[in-house]
């Protein structure tokens, strides 16, 4: 039988009755602490359990080939902190085992994704997608992407700040990297209003948890990894309720919903204003003229139109919204096709 | 200390050595199990520890004086299944003791929001909001809502089916119900051939999973609650190989995001067919008819812009696709306030 056992967030003491059991009765335990910093040590851990536990490299889980043959034989564990199952490597060794004819078992530990909400005060169902901020650039886009997205729909985003043994992202760091890349993308979210929860350690007995806006904890010290964020969208309030009791954080009329403007919201107002004055333009170029041909009742619709366009945009109906300012555009320039008037976009 | 205690999923076996010392340390140790079946009686919980436990009904925890009034003076204990925050009641709680004075400490355990993935192999990143299905039917627009958004951005969805003590739904009913309810929105996600994942006492010894087509699925029998159905978008080939390895589920070329249309995607196709044939009508109408203007160029763009818009639809600019037929739409819709021609929509 292969065990894959989660350890849990808080040390030692968070491993369950069931890890406990399996633990002391595989053959072999190794220990994989290549993702977590907090994980215990395979030292501690031997310590604890009385006996041997065996600290193993990711390449050699990737590998996998002797874990699969002992677990032949015998009874034996893969251990790390959090939940076993939330890295890929343990999936796809999980697969192997089954398709080989090995046993398995799952003994889940207290997860991140399970716990922030609930130490956050947040609620659960309020989140969204989550996303892990890496220290090379080219998971940015996809951070914004995802947080942007969750935003549009009222949603809340878990940030996980990856570790690497050799390097440590801070969340000082990783929100300076985002807001860079936000300036690039023209975005507005990562600005420095943004209201941002970032979480140092948690479940352990020195977790930190700082709330308030972007530009108020871009300069405090978070102490160890590992780190997370949360980038909340509005706030019930009762999660209001529980960030002020619990962290003493102002933070009344949190919205960063505002943030997140979508394409219609950006694009229909100013397609509108523009429609409008061209239409202002026409109408003075078409007084001077004499026309055989009857135009009031048209300019009339291309206003009409572009009122409705931000009518529709203000109800939510972005399609509608979009598909009026269109219709607008479309009727004004016919005047140029037809030859009547050049005009004057 | 007010202590928030969550026993995970698996009975005893998953309290963690954190949660069985507070358990046993506190002078009263309250336990809620309302909303989940599978939590240990007051009776065996009690056997496992060696200590009295207060089976408690919900509104003695959502009033919560006396919890609170003891927790001033002694140690208190309130213990669930799975983790003690994800239920409002208990983060209600939690921040009144805080703003009471009354210290608080969350010992989290193994929740289903943490486990599923890693049980079914499915990626957690993968995974969008989470909604609960109710036996009664004003949720079903939110439940459908959100997998249809979930959906539209390529994210499995998790559905908590609830459970009371006094009804239990299954998730045969609830896979009904939303179908039926879906049948009426016309939104053509819960059909016979969506892939389906149902999943009957996760993390227990006798867990039962289920995947395949919702057709399959609706008639066999899941046993006792509690239950949770989850919806995948498209599935990574990981996943897929974790599926068929793990349930011997066919899942090939599984792809639900094939049915959650963006307004877009159902309304431009719709507005192109019927400007083009509208756009034909006029130039046979125009053919017979002597005018002064030229109307060809303005022809030739309505054209040009419908096929414009299905190319954007294709490239997912759906904002731009919209605008280009609604162009199209008010180009041609010209004519007729012009007074050239009675445009036959």
Partial sequence: MLYFVGLGLSGVES???????????????????????????????????????????REFVEDGRRIL???KEADVAVACSGDPMVATTHQELRVRATKEGVDTKIIHGTSIVGCIAGELGLHQYKFGKTVTVTASPPTHSTVLDTVYWNLLRGLHTLLLVEWQPNRTLTPNEA????????EEARLGIFNPNLFTIVAA???????LIKAGLLKDLLHLDYGEPPYSIVIPADLHFTEAEALEALFKSECSNVNNTQYAKSKANVLVPRYVEKTRATLKK?????????????????????DCYS?????????????LAILSIGYAEGLLDS????????VPW
Same sequence: chains 1, 2.
């Fill in 175 to 182: 929100l300076k990297m985002l807001m860079d890349a936000d």
């Fill in 307 to 319: 009122s409705d366009a931000l009518r529709f945009l203000n109800e939510g109906k972005t399609e």
């Fill in 15 to 57: 491993i369950t009755l069931e890890a406990l059991k399996a633990l002391k009765g595989c053959k072999t335990v190794y220990l994989e602490r290549y993702t977590n910093p907090s994980a215990p040590s395979a030292k501690e851990l031997a310590e604890f359990l009385g006996r041997d536990v065996v600290e193993v490299s």
């Fill in 69 to 71: 043959r002992e677990a």
């Fill in 335 to 342: 005047l140029r096709f037809i030859g009547l008037v050049e």
């Fill in 201 to 207: 350690r948690l479940c352990q007995r020195n977790q």
């Fill in 282 to 302: 026409v109408r003075e170029m078409l007084a001077t003229k004499e026309l055989k041909l009857n135009t009031s009742d048209l300019l009339e619709n291309v």
